[in-house]
């Protein structure tokens, strides 16, 4: 990247609104040794770059419903909440991986609910806006209503202050885009004067390609006086129902002034019937303030799982909101019964969760973006603190596993989207096993994994290849030891890299490998253990490089380091180079040693430095050819491993100095305009961003017949980790530094449970049984500290 492209990045920093924290919500008190972990959350992060599923504000951990307003109402990405934008043109109650659903809108005076989102739509003002984990306030200007929203799992809840007038109304709107797809039909039915139900119909898109119904049940605490629809833009005369394509209904009702009117939204993928259930079980009073609070004290408790404490009251701010973040996007889709719908067959299926002894659905059903990434964050966040919500995930891919014949990768209402390459939920599963977390089928586990391995499974499918098994080049790299770039003329979708691909099959045979071994099959353990080492065809020791080869073996001359894409999955050859995270030994060799690898990869971190570790600080950045032209990206995920990998070459000094760095710069903001350079991924920066806070870390994963985590650079005092005693036998893990500070950043000795620890890493077995770390920091790099080589952590080659 040349010189000039950074000075406009940096001067654009310091002139944007919101870089200084504005709208950072104030604590009533600088006393830091008492709060509530849900108060410290600014939902508001980064929403000036929002795509469509990434704010949250009125939503529930995980939650189907996340109800929320919409600025933009057309596409995946630059939609949704954008905070800049200058109108609401809904409330949408679903914010999902390629799914969207009933948007509503509160009206006065004329009706324009047929005209459309663009002329219905209303104004409105930050200053009268109030966001909070499980509750949004906003006032529509040009209709005087104050709208507040909340909600539990499945039912979202409205409360809104009407002025008055003659003409109030709610309306929902099924002729509209919304978020990543079009709405193919709706229909709307009157009940009473207190109800309506229906359904819509969100089309297919080039993700998921199978359409998905969403079925509502709308509940008034008063009743409306008239119900009207129109049609492809059209007022219709209705008596009570209105079905079929570009349709919408509305209820109309007189109000006076600052009359509150409330409203319960429940929604289903299965059934109008399920969408009733789902209203009766979780919300059957019509008492706001409570859902809020209880919403709130959800919250809490799972943010309180980690507790930290230190001086720097943004950091603790910024924490809390990583973390929240990192338990949402990756939403339920089963109703409160267990049933869910089934789209990996010709027809909708519904499905039914096995019930526990109390009639309980054992385990949640979500929708989910890839899993690409997730072996650098929610892998070792999830598993350490929230290993329920790891089962949970697991077992929900074995269900759809059961139902279609593979284990999914992202699956969207109920499809199989194949996005990403690869079998990236295999290091999920194999880490969670190896972690103890154990409530799930192994063998059935083990079977579909084994069968996304081999051709016809994910391994033989590039992104979002829906139709055909060639696109992955799987033959390829079992035949030759890598997969040919070009693959071929044609394209069969997305990220078709063959050299990306070889870097991420490698690491997820050798996840398989390990689970093998520990599953005593010894021959599947010898053979993807062999297919592990793959990675090694794409050294070019010339160039210095991981490369791209043709299908004659010969290297590519159509690529430099720095270019972006053609071989490599969202990355380049310099970014990729690294991705080797179950040899980082082996890798060393190849440069010529743990001296020449230190050397290397820390001349991409001084230049990546320049441009402060991401390509830009908006997706409309990264997608500029010239800002990928970059050595690291903190950005994405292909490179979210590289500043904890000095820990295997004899600098761990570095992993400390490099983490904090890439911390300043990248995850230390608090305001609309920055937060995740581009794309928090449903959980994985956010995870990403606790895990280097913490000072925790699994370069291979977790996938280890022993797991263990690598040791950063925590920035916090003390940070106490409750386990859950269901899975693990220790109450608590604490991590204690002593004389922390921002230049305090080096680890001069550490102890665990009281004994001298000499190396950057430690078992997983040590932390779940409780205990405690503690590290005295420095101002200089102690160089002898976990340096020798029979202190890094475990390789494939050692």
Request: one cysteine or more; proline letters at 5%; a negative charge.
């Amino acid at each position: 990247m040349k010189a000039f492209l950074f000075i406009p990045i940096t001067l654009l920093l310091f002139s944007l609104p919101g870089c200084d924290s504005a709208g950072l919500p104030e604590t009533e008190s600088s006393d830091l040794s008492d709060f509530r972990p849900v108060d410290m959350v600014y939902p508001l992060i980064d929403s000036a770059h929002s795509r469509w599923f990434f704010f949250s504000s009125a939503t529930r951990p995980f939650g189907m419903v996340n109800l929320s307003p919409d600025m933009v109402v057309d596409g995946a990405w630059n939609a949704g909440y954008r905070y800049h934008e200058d109108t609401i043109r809904a409330f949408s109650h679903i914010h999902a991986w390629q799914m969207s659903g009933i948007p509503v809108l509160p009206t006065t005076g004329n009706f324009k609910g047929h005209l459309g989102p663009d002329v219905y739509g209303s104004s409105y003002s930050h200053d009268d806006e109030i966001v909070q984990a499980g509750y949004h306030k906003i006032v529509l200007a040009d209709y005087n209503i104050t709208a507040e929203l909340t909600s539990t799992t499945r039912v979202g809840f409205h409360r809104y202050t009407y002025p008055e007038s003659e003409n109030s109304f709610i309306h929902f709107d099924f002729s509209t885009v919304l978020g990543p797809s079009d709405t193919r039909m709706g229909s709307v039915t009157k009940i009473s004067n207190t109800q309506l139900e229906g359904f819509a119909v969100m089309d297919s898109t080039i993700r998921r390609p199978k359409p998905v119904h969403v079925f509502f049940v709308a509940e008034f605490d008063q009743p409306f006086e008239r119900f009207g629809a129109w049609q492809h833009g059209e007022l219709v005369d209705v008596a009570d129902h209105i079905e079929g394509e570009r349709t919408g209904a509305y209820v109309q009702f007189k109000t006076k002034a600052d009359e509150i009117r409330k409203m319960k939204v429940a929604i289903s993928y299965v059934s109008i019937d399920e969408a009733r259930n789902n209203l009766e079980q979780e919300l059957p009073h019509w008492d706001f303030d409570a859902v809020v609070e209880d919403s709130q004290n959800e919250w809490n408790n799972w943010l309180g799982r980690i507790e930290v404490a230190g001086s720097d009251e943004q950091a603790i701010r910024r924490f809390y909101t990583d973390l929240w973040k990192a338990l949402q996007g990756r939403r339920i889709v089963n109703d409160v019964s267990g049933t869910y719908a089934d789209m990996t067959g010709d027809e909708r299926r519904i499905g039914q969760i096995p019930l526990d002894e109390y009639g309980k659905p054992r385990f949640s059903h979500h929708n989910s973006d890839s899993f690409w990434g997730a072996q650098w964050s929610i892998n070792t966040l999830w598993h350490l603190v929230y290993p329920e919500v790891t089962q949970n995930f697991v077992n929900s891919m074995l269900l759809m596993y059961d139902d279609g014949g593979l284990i999914p990768r992202g699956p969207s209402g109920g499809n199989y989207t194949y996005v990403m390459i690869g079998a990236t939920t295999t290091p999920f599963i194999v880490s969670a096993w190896m972690k103890g977390i154990r409530g799930f089928d192994i063998e059935k586990a083990y079977e579909g994994m084994r069968k996304n391995h081999m051709p016809g499974g994910l391994m033989s499918k590039t992104g979002y290849e829906h139709t055909t098994t060639i696109g992955g080049g799987l033959e390829d790299y079992m035949e030759r030891g890598y997969i040919p770039w070009p693959l071929d003329e044609r394209s069969y979708g997305f990220h078709q890299a063959g050299s990306g691909q070889t870097l991420e099959y490698s690491y997820q045979d050798w996840a398989l490998s390990r689970l093998a071994s520990k599953l005593g099959k010894s021959e599947d353990e010898e053979y993807f253990a062999a297919r592990a080492g793959n990675y090694v065809n794409l050294w070019n020791d010339e160039k210095g490089w991981m490369w791209a080869r043709n299908r004659d073996g010969e290297w590519s001359e159509e690529i430099d380091h720095l270019r972006y894409g053609g071989p490599w999955v969202e990355s380049n050859a310099a970014q990729s180079t690294w991705w080797v995270p179950h040899d980082v030994n082996g890798l060393a060799e190849l440069m010529g040693g743990r001296e020449a690898f230190t050397e290397k990869l820390n001349h991409s971190f001084e230049q990546s430095e320049r441009h402060m570790f991401t390509s830009g600080i908006a997706h409309a950045m990264e997608t500029i050819r010239d800002y990928r032209r970059v050595y690291i990206n903190y950005g994405n995920q292909p490179t979210m491993q590289t500043a904890w990998m000095f820990n295997y070459s004899g600098a761990p000094w570095l992993t400390q100095y490099w983490t904090r760095r890439v911390v300043e710069e990248v995850y230390s903001h608090l305001t609309y305009e920055r937060g995740y350079s581009g794309d928090e991924d449903q959980g994985l920066m956010g995870s990403l961003a606790v895990l280097l806070k913490i000072g925790l870390f699994s370069v291979d994963g977790g996938v280890n017949t022993e797991p263990f985590y690598e040791i950063g650079s925590p920035i916090f005092d003390r940070i106490t980790i409750h386990l859950n005693q269901d899975f693990y036998p220790g109450e608590r893990f604490v991590i204690e530094t002593v004389n922390n500070s921002r230049e305090n950043k080096y680890i001069q000795t550490a102890s665990l449970n009281g004994e001298l620890l000499d190396r950057p890493w430690f078992l997983h077995e040590t932390v779940v049984s409780g205990g405690t770390l503690r590290l005295e920091m420095g101002a200089e790099p102690n160089k002898e500290w976990g340096s020798a080589p029979e202190h890094a952590p475990p390789s494939r080659t050692r």
